[in-house]
């Protein structure tokens, strides 16, 4: 009766889940199901982990339905000696976002979407970088930074790395402008030299046809 009953509080601990990378699966979606028949239902939480008490011969059958609200449908059966489940299929993506000349965009915004529905929200690093852990699956990944926005269809059966290009040329003054704001841009600087030159022109033609209409009444009176 005493092993019994110890082997009924083995499970009596934290069952921790991870990714096969060793990153915990905090928010995932457990079913666990114990010998006699019960079924519980548990949400990972931020330690990344669940408790399941009273368990029969310290045996469970685990299900993991879900992570990031992405389906995952992983089984494994859990007993006293192992209490670390490792999820696999479950890997690493990374996103670079850049701009028209490949330069790396900081502080923009990565969202990610798996049929239809955004499960991830981010910001790239310094170097216009954005990493996570997904499941696998087809995701669509949109970038955006300012006002201007691109995505792409991604299929991630194993570690991917995807890079997504604004029409961003650089930044006056904090705003982005794009490749043909910016040759314009170009364009109009070069405009204005040939703008002042025909106002100087004009000018001075202005000025000596001002000075021949004062000149030459007082030419006529002399004579």
Request: hydrophobic share 45%.
């Amino acid at each position: 009766m005493l092993v019994i009953a110890l082997a009924q509080l083995a499970l009596a601990q934290p069952i921790m889940l991870v990714a096969s990378s060793g990153e915990t699966l905090t928010g995932a979606v457990v079913e666990v199901e114990k010998l006699d028949g019960e079924r519980q239902v548990f949400t990972v939480g931020p330690e990344g982990v669940i408790v399941v008490r009273e368990v029969p011969r310290g045996i469970l059958r685990v299900r993991v339905i879900s992570w990031k609200g992405v389906p995952i449908d992983y089984r494994c059966l859990v007993t006293t000696l192992n209490t670390t489940i490792r999820v696999p299929a479950i890997h690493r993506f990374t996103v670079n976002i850049v701009g028209a000349r490949r330069q790396g965009l900081a502080d923009a915004t990565v969202r990610i979407l798996h049929e239809g529905r955004e499960i991830e929200r981010g910001v790239t690093d310094a170097s216009g970088t954005y990493k996570t852990l997904l499941p696998a699956a087809s995701y669509t990944v949109v970038a955006e930074y300012g006002g201007r926005a691109g995505e792409q269809r991604v299929e991630v059966d194993g570690p991917r790395e995807v890079t997504l290009q604004l029409d961003i040329f650089g930044e006056i003054g904090g705003l982005p402008i794009s490749t043909g704001e910016f040759m314009l841009m170009i364009a109009l600087l070069a405009l204005i030299p040939l703008v002042l030159f025909v106002i100087a022109y004009e000018y001075t033609q202005w000025r000596r046809k001002r000075v021949l209409r004062v000149v030459a009444p007082a030419v006529e009176k002399g004579g």
